[in-house]
């Protein structure tokens, strides 16, 4: 059987979609972890990465099924779902790709204002306080708050790796909805290919 026939396609996407749930498995791991042993104190944090991570397992889960049992129903709705991922994906990941200076730093700034406890994270972290100026009068979970004088603003130091940072997440997030695209179409041609064990005159 040349690849492109319905095994090689068959095994294509079932390789496609349990590489999913090992990004799944370790996106709720990784949350699960950082949340353990205290690094992320964000309880909607943790529980959004949580979420993405069930969320993927399932899409997964049931591509995986349909892939094994040529299940036309399943592998439709997999279609679906996981074209809709990609244009989500693909959209956040070019925005991220394309924010200036100006606009991660309204972007910053809206998540740090957005949870006090992603604040203490950050302050704790990278040893600041504040976003753009340090306040006295608030506490600060920094070590350098015991002499105020030498803390500086969380926004300069977040700055310095926003970029980096956005850049990675929308290359990473870039490759991820390429191998989205790469799953419709197995999963379009894998629907219209007929299993050469069943009977020669039934379309499955």
Same mark, same amino acid.
């Given at each position: ?20 749930? #090992? ?9 699960? /972890?950082?949340? /353990? ?41 997999? #279609?679906?779902?996981?074209? #809709? ?26 998540? /740090? ?71 419709? /179409? ?19």
């Amino acid at each position: 059987m040349v690849c492109g026939g319905f095994v090689c396609t068959k095994n294509a996407l079932s390789a496609l979609n349990i590489l999913y749930v #090992m990004v799944s498995l370790l996106l709720i791991g990784v949350a699960a /972890w950082g949340k /353990w042993f205290g690094l992320v104190s964000s309880i909607s944090v943790v529980a959004g990465v949580i979420g993405v991570g069930v969320f993927l397992l399932v899409v997964a889960f049931v591509g995986l099924c349909g892939a094994l049992k040529h299940h036309q129903v399943l592998l439709f709705f997999y #279609m679906v779902i996981l074209f #809709m991922v990609f244009v989500l994906q693909f959209s956040i990941s070019c925005a991220c790709l394309a924010l200036n200076t100006e606009q991660q730093n309204q972007l910053l700034e809206v998540g /740090w204002n957005k949870s006090e406890s992603t604040q203490q994270d950050v302050e704790k972290t990278l040893n600041c306080c504040g976003f753009s100026s340090v306040d006295l009068n608030r506490t600060c979970s920094a070590q350098c708050f015991s002499t105020p004088s030498s803390c500086s603003p969380c926004a300069s130091i977040l700055q310095m790796y926003a970029g980096d940072v956005l850049h990675f997440v929308g290359g990473v997030g870039l490759f991820f909805s390429f191998t989205e695209i790469l799953g419709v /179409w197995l999963t379009h041609r894998y629907r219209n290919l007929k299993d050469p064990r069943s009977n020669p005159g039934a379309f499955l």
